[in-house]
């Protein structure tokens, strides 16, 4: 009921008895109203959820080592490609994470130019998850700017492009 009053009314217009700063979140007298619950587990008790995050995608990475994808079909057909004929921005992206794992990092950004920074991005964030997880804090996703996103997304499409185009040939994937 506190809480409820609290959040409608804003911290500063009730009696300070009936306010607890343990449960007022951070920029809450201002009104703003917002509550965070501290973290429920720290250490291993918080783990489990980034752990299996991080075994997947290290097992994917397994996965992408031992079997080839360079051999047709040994994942099944990119319906895109075989709807169109033409290569998307994630085509080539399991043959470059199969010639990275095999130590050939040229031939990997051949494959997909997007696919080792996307892989050092999301490494990065399992492993700040982790972390955080570990010493019991909550995951700040990073804020983006609308300008940044749409600046991405314009170079992924002209990347997409360029690459179906004579001029981007270069960047088909092998």
């Known amino acids: 009921m506190i809480a409820v009053a609290v959040a409608v009314i804003g911290p500063t217009r009730l009696p300070l008895f009936f306010v607890e700063s343990t449960h007022v979140a951070p920029g809450a007298d201002s009104g703003s109203g917002r509550f965070l619950a501290p973290p429920k587990h720290r250490g291993w008790r918080a783990m489990p959820l980034p752990l299996l995050t991080a075994g997947a995608g290290i097992g994917a990475l397994a996965l992408l080592h031992f079997r080839d994808p360079h051999e047709e079909g040994a994942y099944g057909y990119c319906p895109f490609y075989t709807l169109t004929g033409l290569y998307c921005p994630g085509c080539g992206g399991m043959r470059a994470v199969h010639n990275l794992t095999d130590g050939r990092v040229i031939d990997s950004l051949h494959s997909s130019l997007i696919a080792i920074p996307l892989i050092l991005v999301l490494a990065v964030w399992v492993g700040a998850w982790t972390m955080h997880a570990w010493r019991g804090q909550r995951l700040v996703v ?9 600046i991405l997304l314009s170079v992924i499409a002209v ?5 179906n185009t004579p001029w981007g040939s270069w960047l088909a994937p092998i």
């Open 142 to 150: 990073p804020k983006m700017e609308r300008s940044t996103m749409w």
């Open 159 to 163: 990347y997409s492009v360029f690459r």
